[in-house]
C-alpha cells in the first residue's frame, strides 16, 4: 500500500468502511445503501451523491473494480488493496475497542 492511500484511507469515513464491508461480495450502490441500512438498524442511510461520489474515488485509487452491469446498475467488488485497507481498519477499531472494555 503507498503513502497516498494511507493517507486518504486509515483511519476511514463510516461510508468508506461500509462501502468496503459491502463489496467483500459483488454489489451494486443500491444494494450496498440498503445493505448499511440494514446493518445498522436505520441509523446510517447513505445518501447517493456520497455513496456514488464514494465508489467513484475508490474505483480510481483501485481499491474497488468495475465487474459488469446488470440492469443498468453497475455491480463492483473489493480489490486485494481494497481488501488490505479494510482489514487496517478492523485492526485498528478492534484495538480502539479493546483498549477500553474493561472501562465499559
Known amino acids: 500500500m503507498d503513502a497516498h492511500t494511507r ?3 486509515v483511519p476511514m469515513t463510516e461510508t468508506g468502511f461500509y462501502i ?3 463489496l467483500r461480495q459483488p454489489n451494486h450502490g443500491y444494494g ?3 445493505t448499511v441500512e440494514r446493518l ?4 446510517i ?3 447517493p451523491g456520497t455513496m456514488y461520489g464514494s465508489l467513484s474515488k ?3 485509487d483501485g481499491l474497488i473494480r468495475f465487474v459488469r452491469e446488470e ?3 453497475k455491480i463492483y467488488e473489493i480489490t486485494e488493496l481494497g481488501t488490505e485497507v479494510l482489514q487496517l481498519e478492523l485492526k485498528r477499531i478492534r484495538r480502539l475497542y479493546e483498549s477500553i472494555r474493561e472501562e465499559l
Open 20 to 22: 468496503l464491508f459491502c
Open 32 to 34: 450496498i445503501v440498503q
Open 7 to 9: 493517507k486518504v484511507y
Open 71 to 73: 440492469e443498468k446498475r
Open 58 to 60: 475508490m474505483e480510481k
Open 40 to 43: 445498522t438498524g436505520g441509523e
Open 45 to 47: 442511510r447513505l445518501a
